[in-house]
């Protein structure tokens, strides 16, 4: 498995930009897709964005379609969320993922889908 650490996270006014970072550690990460997820207090973790091993393909949650970006570097075994217009309903512990295979499928979505995971890094944005 990949070992996988996330930074960057923090608190922000709303309107503000936030860089999330997640780095591997254990294999290279250019035979996985990588996703984010985030989660609130009290509820489920929810899929924020997923990009394909080359980079090439990238899906997006509606809710944060046009404000964050997804991106990779495989030689550098890192991915990266950079997250614009920020809202207070952004608040959560940001974790990223990998899962094994190319191509996103139909499943990316799922935080059943990854078997790697990251520790989490918190991000809040007030109001």
């Known amino acids: 498995q990949v070992q996988l650490v996330e930074s960057g996270g923090g608190l922000v006014q709303a309107g503000g930009s936030l860089r999330l970072s997640c780095a591997a550690s254990g294999r290279t990460l250019s035979s996985y897709v990588l996703g984010w997820f985030r989660q609130s207090p009290g509820k489920e973790r929810d899929f924020v964005a997923a990009i394909s091993w080359s980079g090439v393909s990238t899906t997006y949650a509606d809710s944060v379609k046009g404000r964050f970006t997804i991106s990779r570097d495989n030689a550098e075994n890192t991915v990266s969320l950079q997250m614009n217009s920020l809202k207070p309903d952004d608040t959560a512990i940001y974790y990223c993922?990998?899962?094994?295979?190319?191509?996103?499928?139909?499943?990316?979505?799922?935080?059943?889908?990854?078997?790697?995971w990251g520790q989490g890094t918190q991000v809040t944005v007030s109001s």
């Open positions: 993922a990998a899962a094994i295979g190319t191509r996103l499928r139909v499943g990316v979505h799922l935080p059943t889908d990854y078997g790697s």
